[in-house]
C-alpha cells in the first residue's frame, strides 16, 4: 500500500512538474533585420566620401544627428572614433570601425544598451569622374524582446531611406561645396 501512495504521489508530482513547464513560455526569439539601398550622387567619390563620417554627416542628417565624442577630442572623422548620439530618452554609443575615404566604404556599429546593436556600411563606388553610387546596408539586432518591434520597425525606415538620403546628400553638396573638399577638410 506504501508503495502505490507513494507511485501515485510520484506520478501526481511528474504531472504537476510537466503542466508546469507547458505553461512555461520561452523567451521571444530576438529580432534581427537586415536591409540595404542605394542611390546616386552628382559629384565625385573624393567630395561624396567625406560626408559619411560623423562630423561630414551634419551637414546633412538634420539637426538630430549631433554626435558627442568620446574618442578623439577633439572630435574628427577617424577610424575608431567614439561617439555618442541621444535619441529622445536613449543614448546610442557608435564606434566607426571602418573609415577609408579612398576605398570607398564607412562602416560603424552602434549600441543601445539592453536594446539593440546595428552595423552601418556605407559602399562608395565612382561611376564616372562626376557622379557616385552610394550603398548603405544595415543589420539590426535586438538585445532584449522588447526592443523587438523597435528594431523591426527601424528595419522597415532603413530599407526605404534611399530617397531621403540622396535628396540630403545632394543638398549638402550644393548648399555647402567647402564642407566636402576631401579628407582634410576640417
Known amino acids: 500500500m506504501i508503495a502505490v ?18 505553461t512555461m513560455q520561452t523567451p521571444a526569439p530576438l529580432a534581427h533585420v537586415s536591409n540595404s539601398f542605394h542611390f546616386e550622387v552628382s559629384a565625385p567619390l573624393a567630395r561624396v566620401a567625406p560626408l559619411f563620417g560623423p562630423e561630414g554627416e551634419r551637414c546633412w542628417a538634420g539637426k538630430h544627428w549631433d554626435p558627442q565624442f568620446v574618442y578623439p577630442r577633439p572630435g574628427k572623422d577617424v577610424e575608431g572614433a567614439v561617439f555618442t548620439v541621444q535619441h529622445g530618452a536613449h543614448t546610442s554609443i557608435w564606434v566607426n570601425t571602418v573609415f577609408d575615404l ?3 566604404r564607412v562602416q560603424y556599429v552602434s549600441v543601445i544598451p539592453e536594446a539593440l546593436i546595428s552595423v552601418i556600411d556605407v559602399r562608395m563606388c565612382a561611376i564616372d569622374g562626376s557622379h557616385t553610387r552610394v550603398e ?5 539586432t535586438a ?4 526592443a523587438n518591434d ?8 532603413d530599407r526605404d531611406s534611399g530617397p531621403h538620403w540622396q535628396q540630403a546628400v545632394g543638398a549638402c553638396l550644393v548648399t555647402n561645396p567647402s564642407q566636402t573638399a576631401g579628407p582634410d577638410h576640417r
Open 5 to 22: 501512495l507513494f507511485a501515485l504521489a510520484f506520478w501526481f508530482s511528474l504531472m504537476t512538474n510537466m503542466q508546469k513547464m507547458e
Open 102 to 104: 579612398a576605398g570607398g
Open 136 to 140: 548603405v546596408s544595415y543589420a539590426r
Open 143 to 146: 538585445l532584449a524582446s522588447g
Open 150 to 157: 523597435d528594431v523591426t520597425t527601424m528595419g522597415r525606415s
